[in-house]
């Protein structure tokens, strides 16, 4: 449904997006996560035929973006970071406006209007002025606005910023409609325990590039071979985190109280046979395994990677 | 049936929705109106009871000259915010992304904002009536006058529209509209008068004529090419005062020489402004 293949982006010297490659399947929810600057609203801002890319090729439904822009254009529905609403037109007015603009013949778009003002919640508010709704209900406003020409894919830049929890939680609902009208969504947010609840699939980014990818149980699991691991151990816990500080693959090992904590990187047989050593030297184990990750936590370890991996570059 | 481009019937709607545009269209009639009236009303006071064409004539002229000036105030005003309003309120990208071609949005911008200043000018019919009624103007004058009106208001408004899609500030572009409306208003008759005060100088004696690079015919060519060019020279024309060089022909009269120019180098300008909201490989 929508390819990135190799796709680069400069902005003088700075390099906003380095072979970005991504696949997002139809009927996905899929998030871009990464930290200010990453390159996702660039990523975003190309995909919505806004910008040209410096390099590589994006396709949304087979289209190319700028070779083919007016068609993608019909099957797309981008929301900004930022967006701004018309001062002197009412709710339904502004789509009606916009359904004007998408070729919507004129007979079916106050019925369209009405429809996606009760999709979004807000069918009481279609003689409302737009500028005088609050910032929740303009964001909603916003995603109905995205959906005037039934788009198959919707680009989502920060839907939830700024918005109290309440608003959050009915943004989430929302997409999660969408999710079930089979729309392809394409989100960014800050906010990744709301992406994790929400996204089939996400993507991490950081400096322009890809740095991994999956569902959220995928990136949680393995953030890059990197496990965080637990020992709980009925004594001796300092003598055994400078053990284990002492074993290759092993990192950042400290004790805290009865337990061990460490990042360890192997695979499941280096694994058993790391619990076999700490055995046969006679630590009492009471306990040994993976600490889950939240998706918050999978992020951190995977940009700080990164980011060792330039310094060490 | 055709239908109305929706930024067009949007920009209209909040246009004129808007209490800001009947306040103005107010104080446009107000100022218009009180020098209009105040004139008739000397021109009774000096001779009461009589009809005199050629007062009624200069109050023509002074309304039309006047409302040119008025135009050139408001024209650029009302456009030069038409994108860089957009882009201000961040609401362009949003409508780069419908099936709206670049052209459409800003053909619309300059039609909406235009259409406003047609208001304005038309609303002032009343007042060329009263005028009129006085006698000493014929009903061509006045056809030329409106026709004069609508052809300068086209290029002052995509000089403003150029100008907010160059700009990314509505302050910026409104400042460098105005300076370039000037430029062309009072800028081209200044240096046709100059050019004019040149010539005449290369034709007082010759020891300034051995010093001008330039022969005294392609001065002279010059500086009514200007005249042609300015809006002031060619509605003074049009009022019948006589005030364009008559010594070269460039295959068309004043009128059309003006006209043709005007349109085409607003017709160059929406073009680009169009291009320029093009997506670009690096902005």
Known sequence: ?313 | MAEINPVLLKELRQRFRNKKASWLLALYLVVIGAFVLGFTYLNWRNAPGFYQPSRSQEIFILLSVAQLFLLAFVTPGLTAGAISGERERQTLNVLLTTRLTTWQIIWSKLVSSNAFVVLLVAATLPLYSIVFLYGGISPGQVVGVFGFYLVTMFLFGCIGVACSAFFRKTGVSTVTAYGLTFALSAGTALLSVFLIELDRSYRAGASAASSLPLPPDFITGVAQFLQETNPIFVLMEILGTNSILNDFNFGLPYWGVYTVLYLAAGALLLFWSARLLFPRKNN
């Open chain 1, 1 to 313: 449904m929508i390819e990135f293949n190799g796709v680069s982006k400069n902005f003088g010297a700075t390099r906003a997006l380095e072979q970005f490659s991504l696949t997002v399947r139809q009927g996905l929810v899929y998030g871009l996560i990464g930290p200010n600057g990453a390159g996702k609203t660039t990523a975003m801002s190309i995909l919505a035929t806004l910008q040209l890319p410096g390099a590589g090729t994006i396709t949304v439904d087979g289209r190319d973006v700028v070779r083919e822009a007016g068609e993608v254009r019909g099957r797309i529905g981008y929301m900004p970071d930022f967006f701004g609403v018309y001062d002197d037109l009412r709710a339904a007015e502004y789509l009606e406006f916009f359904a004007a603009a998408y070729h919507i013949p004129a007979g079916q778009r106050s019925r369209l209007a009405a429809g996606l003002l009760e999709l979004v919640d807000l069918p009481d508010k279609a003689g409302v002025y737009v500028d005088s709704l609050s910032r929740g209900m303009k964001q909603r406003l916003a995603l109905a606005r995205c959906l005037v020409h039934d788009p198959k894919v919707l680009i989502l830049d920060e839907p939830a910023s700024g918005l109290d929890p309440r608003a959050r939680a009915e943004m989430k609902e929302i997409i999660r409609h969408l999710k079930q009208m089979d729309k392809t969504v394409l989100i960014s947010s800050h906010i990744l325990p709301e992406l994790a609840e929400i996204c089939d699939e996400v993507a991490i980014m950081d400096k322009g590039k890809l740095v991994a990818c999956g569902t959220v149980a995928e990136i949680t699991a393995v953030s890059r071979g990197a496990r965080q691991m637990r020992i709980e151990v009925l004594d001796r816990a300092e003598e055994l985190a400078a053990y284990l500080a002492t074993r290759p693959g092993i990192s950042d090992s400290h004790a805290d109280g009865p337990s061990v904590q460490f990042i360890f990187s192997g695979e499941q047989a280096e694994q058993a046979g790391l619990l076999q050593a700490i055995i046969t030297a006679g630590w009492p184990v009471a306990e040994f395994g993976e600490v889950k990750r939240n998706l918050e936590e999978a992020f951190m370890a995977v940009t700080g990677e990164e980011a060792a991996n330039d310094g060490g570059n």
